[in-house]
């Protein structure tokens, strides 16, 4: 099965912020979920890894990465999306002949998130720095540091926030 990233590397991408990208990940999302859950009802897996807790609906499998995590807000689009979709969604009954709908229950659901948008790309100043200049690698990390910090601290209150920055400062 080939599944697909929820965001595409290409330049060619509506930018972050627009409606189309939005619309996009969702679809990708969505096409990556379908597939995945594909994989797990297969007869290879057996029902309580594909549906955990007894769960009629099998895991479905969400990654972010990249331009959809670029900023605090789409974290917490991010956010909203895992929400709605574990809440479940209306299923037309096939077998009805007024089409009537029915609710799926909840759905399992699992993040795989890869670094944000510009975070690659910051990392790797940092290494080719390093190997020219200690004090310019020094600065490109304190500057991936602080922007990530930044994100942090725009989706939680110093109270969850502090002990991260202590540790990621530390090391």
């Known amino acids: 099965y080939a599944i697909r990233s929820a965001v595409s590397q290409s330049a060619a991408q509506p930018t972050s912020q627009s409606p189309s990208f939005l619309a996009n990940n969702l679809r990708n999302n969505f096409q990556l979920s379908v597939a995945t859950s594909e994989i797990l009802s297969s007869k290879t897996s057996p029902s309580s890894v594909t549906c955990p807790n007894g769960n009629a609906n099998p ?7 990249g331009a959809s995590l670029a900023d605090a807000a789409l974290y917490r689009t991010v956010g909203e999306l895992l ?28 993040a795989v998130v890869s670094a944000r948008g510009g975070m690659t790309d910051q990392l790797v100043a940092v290494v080719d720095s390093a190997l020219l200049d ?3 690698a020094e600065s490109a990390l304190t ?20 002990e991260i920055e202590e540790r990621v400062r530390k090391d």
């Open 59 to 65: 895991w479905e499998i969400h990654k972010f990465g």
């Open 83 to 110: 929400i709605t979709e574990s809440s479940g969604r209306l299923i037309s009954s096939d077998d009805s002949e007024d089409g009537e709908e029915h609710h799926s229950g909840p759905i399992p659901t699992m």
């Open 134 to 136: 200690m004090n310019a």
């Open 143 to 162: 500057l991936a540091v602080e922007t990530q910090l930044n994100i942090l601290k725009e989706l939680a209150p110093p109270a969850i926030t502090d």
